[in-house]
Structures are given as C-alpha cells and as structure tokens.
C-alpha cells in the first residue's frame, strides 16, 4: 500500500439513520488496476461511491483519492478522478456537445480527438439535447465524457445499465483501451460477465460488508470447483475427505464439489475405475451465488 | 379505493403544505383587515372620510381593486382583503393545476400512473378533484378569517367565494398551459403570464376614467364585479364558472389526444452547440437562469412604471391632517409622490427577497436533480459552487433593483413630478439589504435542511412582509412589531436611508449565509 494508491478506505462506514449502510470498508485499489465491486442491489455499491467522492460524510473511517482525504479535501481529491454516475442526470437544456463542453472545463482537461472517436463508436447524436435522449443515450453522454477526460481513476457505477448489447461491447474496448495506458478503474457492476471480462480484482459486497476479495484465481482458489465423474461400474462413496461433499449421486455418477485443493480427490479416484472426468472452475456466477446463498454456505447445485 | 381516488387523495396530500400556508395566509389577512378597519375607523363620519380620500386615491387602488362600500366594515374588507385575495387565489390556482399535472408528467410519473388501470379521462378528472379539494379549503381559511372578524356569516361566505373564485379560472389557464409547454418551468412561466396581463388589464379598467367596462374582459375584475357586501351580484358567479369550464375541458380534449410526456409545443430538441457561458458552473447557472431573470426584470419593471406614473395622484391638500395619522398607522402616509413611491417601493424589497429565495431554491432543484455529485465529482468544491450561485443571486437582486428604481423614476418623470433621480437609486439600493437577508437566511436553510429549504424561505420572507402588514392592527405588543426586517426599512425616498437597520440586516445575512456554507459542506448530498 503506498499513498499514490488511487484508492484507499480505512474502516469507512456510513450509517444513514437507522440503516448501516456500509460497514467498516477497508479497501485498496492499486495504479492500473481494474476493481470489479460486486453485489446485488442494496448491497452498499453506491453508498461506497458517494464516500469514496466525498459527496456523503463517512459516520466513522475515512476515504483517500491518491492519498488526499475525499471528505475533507474534495476538490483536489478529484483533480485526477472522473466520475459516472448510476443514473445519468444531466442538465436537460443542454445539448451532448455542450455538456461534453462544461463537463471537460470543469474536469480541466480533455482529449478532444479521443472523444470524438469515442462519439462515433458510441454512435452519439451529438446536436441532440439531453432532455430528449434515452436512458442509454444519456448513460452514452456520461461514459465518453469520463473516458474523453483520460482520468487517471475512473470511478464507474453500474455504467452499463441501458446500454444495448452493442454498447456493451464498445463500452468494454473502451475500458480495456484505459487499462492499457495505465488508468485505473472502480466498476462498480451486478453484471458478471462484465466484470469477469474486464477486472482484475474483484470485490463482493453484501449488506454494506466486503464479504470476499481477491483476483479471480483467488476467488476460485477459495470456493468449490465442480467435478464430474462418472465410473465403469457402481460409484464409490467418498466419506471422510477433506473438502469433499458429493453434491449429486447417480448408481455410476457423482457430482463433486471440491473447496481448497483437489489432491485428496484425486489420489481416492486414482484406485476407482473411472470412466470420465470432467472439472470445471466455478463461474464468477457460482462464486457470487456462494455468497448470497444463506443455507449452508456451499455452492447451490 | 379505485384507482381515480387513490390519483386524487395522493395529488391532495402531495399539496397538503402548500393548501395550509394559503389557507393560514387567508384566514390571518381577512381577520386582519375587518379587525383592522374597525378599529382604526370607528365612526361612520370616520369612514366616509376615509372613503372620500384614501378609497379614491389611484395607488391605492392598484393593488386592491376599486371600493365599492366603505362604510361598513364587510365592505371595507372585501375590498382590500377581496382585491389582493383574488390575486393571491389566482397564483394558487395556477400553482395547484401545474403541479398535478405537467409536474407529474415531468418528472416521469404520470407514465406508471397511466400505465394502470385508469384511463386518462379518468386521471384528469382525479386532478381536477385534487384542485377542487385544495379551493375548498383555500374558502374555508378566508371563511374562517372572516367569521372570527365578527362578519356576519351569510356574507362571509358569499365573499369568500368571490375571492376564491378565480381559482376555476386560473386553475384552468394552468391546465391549459400544462398541456401547451413540455416542462413544468415553462407551463408556470406561461401560466403565470395569463396572470399578470389579467391583472394589468384590472389596474387599467380600474385606473382609467371611461374604461371601467374593461373590468368584464378580466377574471380579477369579476371578483370586484361580485360586490360581496356592497349589493351583491351572484349572477357573476356564472362567468368564473363558465370560463373556467371552457379552459378545464379545452384542456381535457388535449390531454386526451397528445403523447403522454410531450406537449403541444416542445421547442427544438436539436441545436447547434452554443459554447458561450460553458466556462464554469457559475456560468452555466446563469445561462440556465437568464430567462427566469428576465421574467422577474420585465415584471418588476412594468409594476415600477406603473407606480411611477401614478405617485402623483395624491395631493396632499385632499388628506387631512387627522386623517393622515390614522393612515399612518394602516402604514400609509402617501402625500407627494416621493411619500407613494416610498409606500410602494416596500414592495420592491419584498419582490427582490422572494427572487433571492428562488435563486436558492433553483441551486436545491440542482442538488435535487442529482446533477450536483456529477459537478462535485470533478474538481469543483461544494462551497466555491454555493459562493458562485449566491453572488449570481445578489447580482440579479442588485440588477432588479438598479432597474426598478430608474424606471419609475422615469414613470414619475413623464409626469412632471419632483423626485431626485440619485433619491430613487438610493430607493434601489435600499432593496438589497433585506433581500441580502433573506438570500443568507434562504442558504443557511438550504444548508441546514435542503429538502425543506425553499418552502421554508419563501414562507419565511412572505411571514414577515404580511407580519409587518397586519401586526399593528392585530395590536401586537412592539416589541412583536420588531421582529419583522420589513419594519426597519426606510421608505425611500420619502424617508432616510436606514443606516443602522441595513448595517445589521447584512451582517447577519452574512452571517447565515456563511453557516449556510459551512453546513452545506458538511452534510451528505439530498436527491429529491
């Protein structure tokens, strides 16, 4: 951890009235990183955001913007952040191309060329005014604005909502196009295949606490992977190994899911007559569900 | 419920502050004027007095309408609490219909609402209700107000009708205009213009010798035309009614046939980029505010000329000197034109602090609209943001106020009356302290408690002008007389400069301002 972290949160927490909306967040995002923030709706996402900028006053903790304390000191906090917000309010008189005007004096900077090819991949009408854009076409205006700025931190909340298939995909070049030259980028996200595309680090929130965090590796290390085996005769039962619990059994079939390491597995199946056997890694999916599933902690079959 | 109910009790509670304030307003001005009159004028050789020079000068009846019975207390109060009533009635009735309406479509809800199981006809009808009720209690205030004045019941509620009256009318100028503009800002501006010029045309059918049948041309004139307590004329009643029914339904038919969201006249949704007043966000609050401020400079400008033109139309031989202190204590001493011009300008000190108020209140729709985290998320800071709006905000005040005063002094000009033209910049000057207050006052409640905040500031500078109208005749004790800024400004430029008064009322506009400031850089963003 250094202080040119672009972000960091100490024990950050917010309570607003009676709801702890956010519990005690410590959390480093590292230069050029991709941080996938995970978690269903409620969860605290945008909450974490609004502290993370210093719109919201943390009830204990504290947020930092490459090492500047976002509460206290906001307007330098921000000189190196750009910001999309969840929903894109945007003033309605004004059109595309005059927002894109403001927004890049009030940012200070912009790459005039970067933006009007972002505008084409987008496909932006850009004489339009704000009030007579789409949700989408508004979400547009936000994201080219904040990439056209070249930011070193991007901070994204669920920047995809309302963009069709198509945007989806120029959205994720563009991301990918910011990682390469260094930037660093918050995506705050429900959706799964885009985070397991893009990020680096993933982060899962559930109910205002950060219930796991990890690279995807990681992640996949810790949760169960699934094995299925199938035998040349009647299946074997498998009691009494570590990690192990037979999700599925068939007369000459089983279905596996194994937590840490998959050693023990092995060596047991090495002495039984095994037909096939296919393993696979638990999708982010598996791993996020893991997580929200309240019965017993493993992986919902 | 059905769902056409469940549309309306929603649309009547939304409002339900709103109906209160009026309804308070109401019931406090018309216990003030009957109580107030029979006080101060006891005696019917009094009255006639009163009705021979002051009911007949032209200022007065500006603002109040032409009196038609002044020698009983009834007359007396449906005439002055009848004539500003009406107006003030009016402004309700275009507020209320906006609000259950365009408001709603503007902000998107009105597509869920009709998304349901109730047909547009329906959900129109529901509105229309939620105005009904909000009139109904809109005439029960002014009822009240009356009763507890010792007015006999009969009449009090025929003049309370006639006050509320053009509710129907501007009620339904206000649906008429929702269904014209796209937004709620320009459905009020258009609305609220129907208003002013049907109150010019009054000031001039009152004002004009021979032009008094001008007074059917406007729905504020039939208020007057009612004559609540002065031989009433119920049949009037027909032409509120009707008109008012032609503009409902008109409205109807338009509703029922355009796009839901859209209005008859949307503007341009394309243009080409206009990059002036882009630089900052101080910049681009005052290309958003330049209309509403040339609403208010145009407004305030006619009403100067208008006062102007009229301050020499009292002499000071046709009021005698028993009679000026009793109009003194009404807080009227109109002899020469600097005397009516000192009266009226009070009213430009009011004008220019409920403009400092909307400028607050337009920074809250900001924050309100969310657009704020995306300026706070760049390098703007929060205070540097609020300064910026708040020097927009004196500003304009200062502009209104510079204008104004130039204005009728022009006014006063044309007709050869003698007032120093450096006299009426300081009757200028003179408007900015209070309204300095209230912009500081009007911040610290937009930093303390946003969501309120605007509610809370124009209740606030409306409190303390009607305070300061009503509270001597109330016979509240003096020091309860003080509490009002408005009771210590100088009536410029028949009075001096209120050096003292100015001094503090900017320090502690200052003052609030800047706690304003400080709390708003300490409190979480508020969305709607």
Known sequence: MSANDPIRAFGLTKRYRDTLALDALDLVVEPGEVYGYLGPNGAGKTTTIRLLLGLHRPTAGRAELFGIDAWRNPARAHRRVAYVAGEPFLWPSLTSEETFHFLARVQGSTDEGYRDLLVERFQLEQRKKIRALSKGNRQKVQLIAAFAGRADLLILDEPTSGLDPLMEMAFRQTVLEAKERGQTIFLSSHILSEVEALCDRVGILRRGRLVDQGTLAELRHLSAQTVEVTFEGNAPTLDGLYGVHVAEAGPNALRIEVSGSIRPLLERLARERVATLTSREPSLEEIFLHHYDDSDGRVPG | ?528
């Open chain 2, 1 to 528: 419920m059905s769902p056409a109910s469940a549309i309306a009790r929603r649309a009547l509670g939304d409002s339900r502050v709103r109906n209160a304030a009026f309804a308070l307003f109401f019931l406090l001005y018309a216990y003030a004027q009957a109580v107030g009159y029979r006080h101060s004028y006891p005696t019917l050789g009094d009255r006639l007095e009163f009705a021979k020079t002051f009911g007949a000068n032209k200022t007065v009846q500006l603002f109040y309408g032409v009196p038609h019975e002044l020698r009983t207390v009834g007359g007396y109060t449906a005439w002055r609490a009848g004539g500003i009533g009406s107006i003030v009635a009016g402004v309700w009735g275009l507020l209320a219909a906006i609000r259950a309406t365009r408001a709603e479509e503007d902000a998107g809800r009105q597509e869920l609402v009709l998304a349901g199981a109730v047909g547009r006809g329906d959900a129109y009808a529901a509105s229309l209700a939620a105005i009904g009720g909000g009139a109904a209690i809109l005439w029960a205030g002014f009822f009240l107000g009356l009763l507890a004045g010792r007015l006999d019941a009969g009449g009090s509620a025929y003049l309370a009708l006639a006050t509320v009256a053009p509710v129907a009318v501007f009620a339904g100028a206000g649906l008429l205009a929702a269904q014209v503009a796209a937004t709620r800002r320009i459905a009020l501006e258009l609305a609220a213009g129907a208003l002013v010029l049907a109150f010019l045309v009054r000031v001039i059918a009152d004002l004009s010798t021979g032009l008094g049948w001008l007074r059917w041309a406007t729905p504020l004139g039939w208020s007057e035309e009612l004559r609540a307590f002065a031989g009433p004329r119920p049949e009037v009643l027909t032409l509120p009614l009707v008109g008012g029914a032609l503009l409902i339904a008109g409205a109807g038919v338009i509703s029922a046939r355009r796009d839901v969201g859209n209005g008859l006249w949307s503007g341009r949704d394309t243009a080409s980029p206009r990059l002036r007043l882009l630089s900052s966000p101080t910049a681009l609050a005052l290309r958003g505010e330049l209309g509403s401020f040339a609403g208010w400079l145009g407004g305030t400008a006619v009403y100067a000329l208008v006062i102007g033109v009229l301050s020499t139309s009292f002499s000071a031989s046709s009021i005698p000197a028993s009679l000026r202190q009793e109009l003194e204590k009404l807080g009227i001493s109109i002899t020469t034109p600097s005397g009516a011009l000192g009266v009226y300008f009070l009213l430009f000190v009011f004008a220019i602090s409920l403009y400092a108020c909307s400028q607050v209140a337009a920074a809250r729709h900001e924050e309100a609209e969310q657009r704020l985290e995306t300026l706070f998320a760049s390098a703007v800071g929060r205070r540097r943001w609020l300064a910026g709006r708040l020097a927009l905000a004196a500003a304009g005040a200062a502009a209104i106020a510079l204008t104004v005063s130039i204005v009728a002094w022009a006014g006063a000009a044309s007709q050869h009356a003698h007032v120093s033209f450096g006299r009426m910049l300081e009757a200028g000057a003179n408007c900015l302290p209070t309204a300095l207050l209230f912009l500081g006052l009007a911040s610290l409640a937009f930093g303390l408690f946003p969501r309120a905040s605007a509610g809370v500031s124009y209740a606030l500078v409306t409190a303390a002008f009607v305070w300061h109208l009503v509270a001597a005749l109330l016979g509240a004790p003096h020091w309860l007389l003080n509490v009002t800024p408005f009771q210590h400004v100088g009536l410029l430029p028949a009075q001096a400069f209120r050096v003292e008064a100015a001094v503090v009322m900017l320090a502690v506009g200052a003052g609030a301002a800047a706690v304003g400031l400080w709390a708003f850089r300490r409190r979480d963003l508020m969305g709607a």
